[in-house]
């Protein structure tokens, strides 16, 4: 056959590309740490398909080029020098049309079977709630008297199923750690499940562009030994009645997103910044000038849309603190108010 | 004074033109449009309601530009039952350079047309890419506010489409009629129609940007898309009034390409750039309509409050509206349309191999036909962009396999283009490079592509930046090299002169090394966690020295661009002149001189071969000038 030493040569180099293009890829394709038990498995994945990529890479690649370097027009050729005279190959046709046709289905029932796994529901699993706004978390433990918090904190080991909604716009839950994403979406509730693996400390960023701060929509996820998680809720649930109104107030405006978009430190961010704020002057959109008083604060947080602050636009802020104040009091039987809290809390800002 | 005189004559000539018409027309229909809604709503005593009155000036806005620009006048007076000639050549009184700015019915012309505007586009859309490239050179906002950040990445992604789809256009227009041996397009009318409404479309985009920008991508998803500021509103138009070119400028090439072609052209004896087309014209008449569709839904949704997409909206125990919908309707589409964009530059890159290998095309039928499979597949696939949307889960299965089955038809073409060039005698001009570099790079958006397919590996990368490297690369694999490669292949056939091959070759080597470090660094930091479309990035990523190698690569590609289009007007008039068949291509439009002739071909031609059959002696594919038929 005319070709045969070309084809011989060509196999080699494909052997070789191959190998060189793995390990490449590896040098410069590296996945961040696995921290959960879905990781692990989805990894295997990932490694099939580089696998895969590094093959077919040097496949085509090497035919190319050895077609560049070897069936070139040399210099001693005639000018009106013609290449082979073949038009086709019915049989190597169907033979690239069935082997890529099996390693798709091959690849296709590899991820159908991980997906089941990695969304089958586990025994004794753990439910947390987020919640996304623009643009902060919220994490809600019902299991622990829907205490609500802006970290995600889970024990090592325990299957975890969280239910995410939004309360405004499409977010994102993604834990690059984990591997697993799944979107927030306004009205309706959806599942991702996670066990993790691995203690330490990680971010949940929005994946999902959400409007002016998508790219700051980022909360700490620390996973912690099982005693260190119970340690750490029963501190959390138990002491914040006991705190100090102000205190208190820091946590509130951490909690519920406030300080995504109003600074403590002078910074300009979507809203206002707090430092400084309280019994100021304050120009609003409208022209007139008011006092930032106790009425004008719990007005803003209420119906921000009320009285806009010159320079920064309305809708904006969420409008419905009223309700998720109410929820979050309920909690505490009413013993806190989170509305003095944050007050309380912006007064110290101004002292 | 002579100077002036001629200056004079240069801006009598262009203030008149069909293009300050259209924007000035476009402006006073805008203006009557808004005030009319505003003026009715203040006699009424209501509020002035300004989106409603910028919509009604939008919509009025791209009917005065096109009367003004003269498109519409013949349909309007076949309307009246007048009856109006076919005008042809360049228009009575005016320089030759003045058909390029009017309306004008010739496919060529309006080919060229497509072609310049295109490179503009392209021009804003990648400036507007360095910007905040370099604004994502380091972490820290450095010069840009998030907000013009967020607007300046959407503009950037729905102004590149519009760029290419009209690059897509250009060689559609240019190259299809005259492949097939057609004087013209089935419907020139329709033909400048579909031109120019793109000019008030892309007014609107632009001037999206600065009523306040948008920030939901090009993608436009509900909620944000309907709490989005004005900006969003007017992106959401322009969008959608693309969208009557697609359809208009398809329907125009499948029945050209149905009813004209030269005697003894059978389907398998077209140039392989026409069947990419056909199947590309395919896609744009059937798909267009339900991203125009849900683009219409918001828009109703932002006007009138009907919550399609608003699932906390729901009265008497009625369902209510969801979020996830619009998705599904956008990707019908969308995604579709990205064979839009690939399926003309593969044809391209099909077309050229064998006149460079001097060999046959290997597997004709299988690449034909394999380009039917992309866009057939194509329309199964489309939520495979949604996979961590909240869609039914297990949904998501079906569409994994339909997904991983684009690959099949793809391998073929990788295949047989491996068949063209084994055994040929290759040659490396600018144009060859270019499809050369093409395969090279669609290779990679190829690749990177089976493992967002397969669904547990598409939870880690869906909306990182490994999807930026995907599809950036399928769509300079798919279409800027091959558009690129089309450009100075078929120079000399427009203008009958040869562009500079070293500053070709210049263009190339910078362009694609450039191209490949872009792609891969993307693909890296994808990996490691860096979200998509996001103004700053965390230092803790490790991404940082990535992203400033991304930069560079990035500003390599703009300056050998503008390489390119230096090299391209410099050798406009000062080139040698082409000789006539400058590549010994066996393509009919090679066989005339060039520039084209006005209706191309002063005889028909007959088909009478192969169009690939170099290296068989004494075989021809078109006989030029056959013997009279006597009639």
Same mark, same amino acid.
């Given at each position: 056959?005319?070709?045969?030493?070309?084809?011989?040569? #060509?196999?080699?180099?494909?052997?070789?590309?191959?190998?060189?293009? $793995?390990?490449?890829?590896?040098?410069? $394709?590296?996945?961040?740490?696995?921290?959960?038990?879905?990781?692990?498995?989805?990894?295997?994945? =990932?490694?099939?398909?580089?696998?895969?990529?590094?093959?077919?890479?040097?496949?085509?690649?090497?035919?190319?080029?050895?077609?560049?370097?070897? =069936?070139?027009?040399?210099?001693?050729d005639?000018?009106? #020098?013609?290449?082979?005279?073949?038009?086709?190959?019915?049989?190597?046709?169907?033979?690239?049309?069935?082997?890529?046709?099996?390693?798709?289905?091959? =690849?296709?029932?590899?991820?159908?079977?991980?997906?089941?796994?990695?969304?089958?529901?586990?025994?004794? +699993?753990?439910?947390?709630?987020?919640?996304?706004?623009?643009?902060?978390?919220?994490?809600?433990?019902?299991?622990?008297?829907?205490?609500t918090?802006?970290?995600?904190?889970?024990?090592?080991?325990?299957?975890?199923?969280?239910?995410?909604?939004?309360?405004?716009?499409?977010?994102? =839950?993604?834990?690059?750690?984990?591997?697993?994403?799944?979107?927030?979406?306004?009205?309706?509730?959806?599942?991702?499940?996670?066990?993790?693996?691995?203690?330490?400390?990680?971010?949940?960023?929005?994946?999902?562009?959400?409007?002016?701060?998508?790219?700051?929509?980022?909360?700490?996820v620390?996973?912690?030994?099982?005693?260190?998680f119970?340690?750490?809720?029963?501190?959390?649930?138990?002491?914040? #009645? +006991?705190?100090?109104?102000?205190?208190?107030?820091?946590?509130?405006?951490?909690?519920?997103?406030?300080?995504g978009?109003?600074s403590?430190?002078?910074?300009?961010?979507?809203?206002?910044?707090?430092?400084?704020?309280?019994?100021?002057?304050?120009?609003?959109?409208?022209?007139?000038?008011?006092?930032?008083d106790?009425?004008?604060?719990?007005?803003?947080?209420?119906?921000?849309?009320?009285?806009?602050?010159?320079?920064?636009?309305?809708?904006?802020?969420?409008?419905?603190?009223?309700?998720?104040?109410?929820?979050?009091?309920?909690?505490?039987?009413?013993?806190?108010?989170?509305?003095?809290?944050?007050?309380? $809390?912006?007064?110290?800002?101004?002292? | 004074?002579?100077?002036?005189?001629?200056?004079?004559?240069?801006?009598?000539?262009?203030? !008149?033109?069909?293009?300050?018409?259209?924007?000035?027309?476009?402006?006073?229909?805008?203006?009557?449009?808004?005030?009319?809604?505003?003026?009715? %709503?203040?006699?009424?005593?209501?509020?002035?309601?300004?989106?409603?009155?910028?919509?009604?000036?939008?919509?009025?806005?791209?009917f005065?530009?096109? @009367?003004?620009?003269?498109?519409?006048?013949?349909?309007?007076?076949?309307? !009246?039952?007048?009856?109006?000639?076919?005008?042809?050549?360049?228009?009575?009184?005016?320089?030759?350079?003045?058909?390029?700015?009017?309306? &004008?019915?010739?496919?060529?012309?309006?080919?060229?047309?497509?072609?310049?505007?295109?490179?503009?586009?392209?021009?804003?859309?990648?400036?507007?890419?360095?910007?905040f490239?370099?604004?994502?050179?380091?972490?820290?906002?450095?010069?840009?506010?998030?907000?013009?950040?967020?607007?300046?990445?959407?503009?950037?992604?729905?102004?590149?489409?519009?760029?290419?789809?009209a690059?897509?256009?250009?060689?559609?227009?240019?190259?299809?009629?005259?492949?097939?041996?057609?004087?013209?397009?089935?419907?020139?009318?329709?033909?400048?129609?579909?031109?120019?409404?793109?000019?008030?479309?892309?007014? @609107?985009?632009?001037?999206?940007?600065?009523?306040?920008?948008?920030?939901?991508?090009?993608?436009?998803?509900?909620?944000?898309?309907?709490?989005g500021?004005? /900006?969003?509103?007017?992106?959401?138009l322009?969008?959608?009034?693309?969208?009557?070119?697609?359809?208009?400028?398809?329907?125009?090439?499948?029945?050209?390409?149905?009813?004209? %072609?030269?005697?003894?052209?059978?389907?398998?004896?077209?140039?392989?750039?026409?069947?990419?087309?056909?199947?590309?014209?395919?896609?744009?008449?059937?798909?267009?309509?339900?991203?125009?569709?849900?683009?219409?839904?918001? !828009?109703?949704? %932002?006007?009138?409050?009907?919550?399609?997409?608003?699932?906390?909206y729901?009265?008497?125990?009625?369902?209510?509206?969801?979020?996830?919908?619009?998705?599904?309707?956008?990707?019908?589409?969308?995604?579709?349309? *990205?064979?839009?964009?690939?399926?003309?530059?593969l /044809?391209?890159?099909?077309?050229?191999?064998?006149?460079?290998?001097?060999?046959?095309?290997? /597997?004709?039928?299988?690449?034909?036909?394999?380009?039917?499979?992309?866009?057939?597949?194509?329309?199964?696939?489309?939520?495979?962009?949604?996979?961590?949307?909240?869609m039914?889960?297990? @949904?998501?299965?079906?569409?994994?396999?339909?997904?991983?089955?684009?690959?099949?038809?793809t391998? *073929?073409?990788?295949?047989?283009?491996?068949?063209?060039?084994?055994?040929?005698?290759?040659?490396?001009?600018?144009?060859?490079?270019f499809?050369?570099?093409?395969?090279?790079v669609?290779?990679?958006?190829?690749?990177?592509?089976?493992?967002?397919?397969?669904?547990?590996?598409?939870?880690?990368?869906? &909306?990182?930046?490994?999807? *930026?490297?995907?599809?950036?690369?399928?769509?300079?694999?798919?279409?800027?090299?091959?558009?690129?490669?089309?450009?100075?292949?078929?120079?000399?056939?427009?203008?009958?002169?040869?562009?500079?091959?070293?500053?070709?070759?210049?263009?190339?080597?910078?362009?694609?090394?450039?191209?490949?470090?872009?792609?891969?660094g993307?693909?890296r930091?994808?990996?490691?966690?860096?979200?998509?479309?996001?103004?700053d990035?965390?230092?803790?990523? /490790?991404? &940082?020295?990535?992203?400033?190698?991304?930069?560079?690569?990035?500003?390599?590609?703009?300056?050998?661009?503008?390489?390119?289009?230096?090299?391209?007007?410099?050798? @406009?008039?000062?080139?040698?002149?082409?000789?006539?068949?400058?590549?010994?291509?066996?393509?009919?439009?090679?066989?005339?001189?060039?520039?084209?002739?006005?209706?191309?071909? &002063?005889?028909?031609?007959?088909?009478?071969?192969?169009p690939?059959?170099?290296?068989?002696?004494?075989?021809?594919?078109?006989?030029?000038?056959?013997?009279?038929?006597?009639?």
């Amino acid at each position: 056959m005319k070709y045969a030493r070309h084809f011989a040569i #060509v196999a080699v180099l494909v052997v070789v590309g191959a190998i060189g293009t $793995y390990l490449l890829l590896d040098a410069i $394709y590296a996945l961040p740490p696995a921290a959960s038990e879905e990781a692990v498995a989805i990894d295997g994945l =990932f490694r099939g398909h580089f696998i895969l990529i590094s093959f077919l890479f040097a496949l085509v690649l090497v035919f190319i080029l050895y077609s560049v370097v070897v =069936f070139r027009r040399r210099p001693e050729d005639p000018e009106d #020098v013609e290449g082979d005279h073949f038009h086709g190959h019915t049989g190597l046709e169907i033979a690239w049309t069935i082997f890529p046709l099996v390693v798709v289905i091959v =690849f296709g029932v590899w991820g159908a079977r991980l997906l089941t796994d990695i969304i089958r529901p586990a025994e004794e +699993e753990m439910t947390v709630q987020v919640s996304g706004q623009q643009w902060s978390w919220r994490f809600t433990y019902p299991e622990h008297g829907d205490f609500t918090t802006d970290e995600l904190v889970l024990p090592v080991g325990q299957p975890v199923r969280l239910e995410l909604t939004s309360l405004d716009v499409l977010h994102s =839950f993604w834990v690059p750690e984990f591997r697993v994403k799944q979107d927030l979406v306004p009205g309706q509730v959806h599942e991702l499940r996670i066990t993790p693996t691995e203690e330490g400390e990680y971010k949940t960023r929005c994946a999902e562009i959400c409007g002016t701060s998508h790219a700051y929509m980022i909360s700490d996820v620390r996973i912690v030994s099982a005693t260190a998680f119970d340690d750490w809720i029963q501190e959390s649930t138990t002491s914040i #009645v +006991e705190l100090e109104p102000a205190e208190r107030g820091q946590l509130w405006a951490q909690q519920f997103g406030c300080t995504g978009c109003h600074s403590a430190d002078g910074t300009a961010l979507a809203g206002p910044t707090w430092l400084g704020l309280y019994n100021s002057e304050i120009q609003l959109a409208s022209g007139e000038t008011v006092v930032a008083d106790e009425d004008y604060i719990i007005n803003s947080i209420l119906a921000p849309n009320d009285q806009i602050h010159s320079g920064f636009s309305p809708n904006i802020m969420p409008q419905n603190f009223e309700e998720l104040f109410a929820a979050e009091e309920e909690k505490y039987d009413g013993e806190v108010s989170i509305l003095d809290d944050l007050v309380a $809390y912006i007064l110290t800002l101004s002292e | 004074m002579a100077f002036l005189r001629s200056l004079a004559r240069f801006l009598y000539y262009f203030l !008149t033109s069909g293009l300050v018409r259209a924007l000035v027309g476009q402006t006073i229909g805008m203006l009557i449009g808004y005030g009319l809604v505003a003026g009715i %709503r203040a006699l009424m005593g209501l509020e002035p309601a300004r989106e409603a009155a910028w919509v009604a000036g939008a919509f009025l806005g791209v009917f005065t530009s096109l @009367l003004a620009a003269g498109v519409l006048g013949d349909w309007l007076r076949w309307a !009246t039952g007048r009856e109006t000639k076919l005008r042809h050549g360049p228009p009575p009184g005016r320089p030759e350079w003045t058909r390029y700015l009017g309306v &004008d019915y010739n496919h060529k012309v309006i080919g060229i047309q497509y072609g310049v505007t295109s490179i503009l586009v392209l021009l804003v859309g990648g400036i507007l890419a360095l910007i905040f490239r370099i604004e994502l050179a380091a972490p820290g906002m450095q010069f840009l506010t998030p907000d013009t950040y967020n607007t300046i990445f959407s503009a950037h992604g729905i102004i590149m489409i519009a760029s290419i789809l009209a690059g897509v256009g250009a060689m559609g227009n240019y190259l299809v009629p005259m492949m097939i041996g057609a004087s013209d397009m089935a419907f020139p009318r329709l033909n400048a129609f579909s031109f120019w409404i793109g000019v008030p479309s892309a007014m @609107l985009l632009i001037a999206a940007m600065f009523v306040q920008g948008w920030d939901t991508g090009w993608v436009a998803y509900p909620p944000l898309s309907v709490r989005g500021p004005l /900006g969003t509103q007017l992106f959401l138009l322009g969008f959608y009034l693309n969208g009557f070119s697609s359809i208009a400028s398809a329907i125009n090439i499948l029945v050209t390409v149905l009813t004209m %072609r030269a005697p003894g052209m059978s389907l398998f004896r077209m140039p392989i750039f026409v069947w990419g087309s056909v199947a590309a014209s395919i896609i744009q008449f059937t798909a267009t309509q339900t991203v125009g569709l849900a683009l219409l839904m918001v !828009t109703m949704q %932002r006007l009138f409050g009907l919550g399609f997409f608003d699932a906390t909206y729901s009265v008497a125990g009625i369902p209510p509206g969801d979020p996830i919908l619009y998705q599904h309707l956008f990707w019908f589409y969308s995604h579709p349309v *990205v064979y839009v964009f690939v399926l003309p530059g593969l /044809g391209v890159i099909s077309e050229l191999l064998p006149v460079f290998s001097r060999k046959p095309l290997f /597997g004709y039928k299988w690449i034909a036909l394999s380009s039917l499979a992309i866009a057939l597949v194509g329309f199964l696939v489309w939520s495979h962009h949604m996979f961590t949307s909240g869609m039914s889960e297990f @949904l998501r299965i079906p569409f994994m396999f339909s997904t991983l089955l684009v690959a099949v038809p793809t391998g *073929v073409k990788f295949f047989s283009w491996i068949g063209t060039v084994w055994g040929g005698k290759l040659t490396f001009p600018t144009p060859m490079l270019f499809v050369l570099g093409a395969i090279s790079v669609f290779l990679i958006g190829g690749l990177s592509g089976p493992i967002l397919g397969t669904v547990p590996t598409d939870l880690h990368l869906h &909306d990182s930046y490994w999807i *930026v490297g995907h599809f950036h690369a399928t769509m300079f694999g798919g279409f800027v090299f091959p558009f690129f490669a089309a450009i100075y292949y078929w120079y000399p056939k427009i203008t009958g002169r040869m562009y500079n091959e070293t500053l070709g070759k210049l263009h190339f080597w910078l362009m694609v090394p450039g191209f490949w470090v872009m792609s891969l660094g993307q693909m890296r930091i994808g990996l490691l966690g860096m979200r998509r479309r996001i103004a700053d990035y965390d230092p803790a990523l /490790g991404v &940082d020295f990535t992203q400033t190698l991304i930069t560079i690569a990035a500003l390599v590609i703009g300056w050998s661009i503008l390489i390119m289009l230096y090299n391209l007007a410099s050798s @406009l008039r000062a080139a040698p002149v082409a000789a006539p068949n400058p590549w010994n291509s066996r393509s009919p439009e090679w066989q005339v001189p060039s520039p084209m002739p006005e209706f191309n071909y &002063d005889q028909p031609f007959v088909v009478v071969g192969e169009p690939y059959d170099y290296g068989l002696a004494d075989s021809t594919y078109v006989n030029m000038s056959p013997a009279p038929t006597g009639d």
